[in-house]
């Protein structure tokens, strides 16, 4: 499971660094982590409510960004701050027993239920036929907001299947690897790639392998030190964007 939302969350994270909007990733991880505390404590099913409210909030986030009364990420941080504060807050009315708030944070690639992983599968089925069908138009409305207009047909749509896909994606991978750790693989992995791939199609393909192969890594390292699983996966990613910039710098001065 944790291959299969690499794969996609790297995939997708081109997109968003494209539309310079990685806190729209945090916003929706925050909340994310409220739909998880609310689901607890009304006793609701969790995967369905993460999934819920983070395609809600995505679209709210959306509605507001069109009527331009903040600034983008003043509006993202707000809703990411907001989500984060309210979530503690329901966390702390939870009645007789504590929980394990950092299961939340930091995720539980290990622990998942098979619910999640025959869900991820279904996801990972629909969502590559998706980037498989769309991508040129999802590129498009991604590189530039004003050419779109004329380049797009439909653009609303896309817009709102690109923000839908986004949303599941982000709350499914709060399962696995936490509200916290999520915007890493949105963010590291295309501005990894970038110093080194030679076009935008190779900043895609090598964005995704690279987020397979931190997750493998991590998990391989996780089992052998039995250490955290995400934050590893997250540090393997953190260590292929500094050997990245080592070789840009390199390859720059000569």
Known sequence: MGGIMSLLLSWM??????????????????IGFLGIALAILFNLPITPMLIGICILAAFLIRFLQSKKIFS???LLETFARIGLALGVIVIALFPGYR?????????DILGISQFDTNLA???FIIFGTMILLFHKRFLQISLSDTLSHTLVKHKTFYHALLIFAIATLIAMAIKIIGALLVGAFIAIPPNTVKLLAKNIKQTFILSSILGLLATLVGLYLSTLFNLPTGPLVVTTLGAFWL????????NFKN
């Open 13 to 30: 994270g081109g997109y968003i660094v494209l539309r310079q909007e990685v806190l729209f990733t945090d916003a929706l991880s925050n």
């Open 99 to 107: 929980v394990n708030i950092e299961q939340f944070l930091f995720g």
């Open 121 to 123: 599968v279904g996801i």
């Open 72 to 74: 983008n990420d003043s």
């Open 243 to 250: 050997l990245s910039i080592i070789i840009n710098l390199t």
